[in-house]
């Protein structure tokens, strides 16, 4: 049986591995000796996420963090994906340490601009020859065209309001909320300021954005692109178009893991997935056959020395189930 002091390390530190929106979908509940991994039914993006391939990601991302954290107490994790269930872990055996475990806790998202950096070029050039689903754009011209394709892709998106109520409804605009250290995207993680984030509220309003977009000021109030194009690169993640996300989510979290390795900061842009226009207009530009899918574009870069607050999570109570 598994020693329950055990389980809460291994589990505090596989809740260290993103997930969409911040939601932590992901529990955990000890079972005649293995560890049965469920979802939380009522964490989930229903508008965003129709489907629920991100959350399915999200579990995967969660449960590579829990075997790499298994590995390093040099126990080895069998993972059988579960029809009912997210999936079912049997500890079994010896493992070495794996190469990533020391960079589960300096993994950040990082939404600031980059500083130049000729390290985070070369780091960039070097991931582009050993990871085979990336494909790493680092000239400026394709950056800047990125920019403009992600925001054009943004927009769309904002413009549904159902879409804009549910982001907002993950926001942690004010250290005030309730939930500004446990879950969301708080401002201090979207590298806002509180008058920027005070703003963000006001402007993803229900008919306010609508009356700024009208007007044709709604475009420049959510363009990132001056932001987009302090990468240093952006990184199309693809992966077989077949594979169930779960799966997809466990390679996602190594490869996040082997930025923070390389000394680079990350920060997704989902919508360049998720934006049908988007996404097609990147698999053609670059050749993504009908056989792959891509998952997300990474924007790369060196980010400014700054203080690191603690990522906002859910106290280890509400993760395991008992």
């Known amino acids: 049986m598994l020693d329950p002091r055990i389980l809460r390390t291994l589990v505090a530190e596989a809740s260290l591995a993103p997930s969409v929106h911040n939601i932590q979908p992901t529990r955990w509940r000890p079972e005649d000796g293995r560890v049965v991994?469920?979802?939380?039914p009522a964490r989930r993006l229903p508008i965003g996420d129709p489907e629920g391939r991100d959350v399915a990601v999200s579990h995967g991302c969660a449960v590579e963090g829990f075997r790499i954290a298994a590995a390093s107490q040099g126990l080895a994790v069998e993972v059988a994906p579960d029809g009912s269930d997210v999936a079912v872990l049997t500890l079994k055996g010896v493992a070495e340490v794996d190469p990533l475990a020391a960079f589960v806790g300096a993994r950040r998202t990082y939404r600031g601009r980059f500083e130049a950096s000729p390290s985070a070029r070369d780091a960039?050039?070097?991931?582009?020859?050993?990871?085979?689903?990336?494909?790493?754009?680092?000239?400026?011209?394709?950056?800047?065209?990125?920019?403009?394709?992600?925001?054009d892709a943004s927009l769309r998106w904002f413009r549904r309001a159902d879409y804009r109520a549910e982001l907002v409804s993950w926001m942690r605009l004010s250290r005030r909320h309730a939930d500004w250290a446990r879950d969301g995207l708080n401002a201090e993680a979207m590298a806002m300021s509180p008058f920027e984030a005070a703003g963000a509220g006001f402007v993803l309003g229900p008919g306010v954005f609508e009356a700024l977009d009208e007007v044709g000021l709604a475009r420049a109030l959510v363009a990132e692109a001056p932001i987009v194009r302090s990468a240093t690169a952006v990184a199309l993640f693809h992966r077989p178009a077949d594979e169930p996300p779960f799966e997809t989510g466990r390679r996602f979290y190594r490869v996040w893991l082997a930025f923070t390795q390389a000394g680079l900061s990350a920060s997704p842009m989902a919508v360049?997935?998720?934006?049908?226009?988007?996404?097609?207009?990147?698999?053609?530009?670059?050749?993504?056959?009908?056989?792959?899918?891509?998952?997300?574009?990474?924007?790369?870069?060196?980010?400014?020395?700054?203080?690191?607050?603690?990522?906002?999570?859910?106290?280890?109570?509400s993760l395991i189930l008992l």
């Not at 991994?37 to 939380?40: E, K, L, Q, S, W």
């Not at 997935?273 to 670059?286: I, T, V």
């Open 37 to 40: 991994v469920t979802a939380d």
């Open 124 to 151: 960039c050039a070097r991931l582009a020859e050993t990871c085979p689903d990336l494909v790493m754009l680092q000239e400026q011209e394709a950056i800047a065209d990125l920019a403009a394709l992600y925001d």
């Open 272 to 317: 360049l997935a998720d934006d049908e226009a988007a996404s097609a207009s990147l698999r053609a530009e670059h050749g993504l056959g009908l056989d792959r899918r891509l998952i997300t574009a990474f924007r790369l870069g060196l980010a400014p020395a700054r203080r690191q607050p603690p990522k906002p999570r859910l106290p280890l109570e």
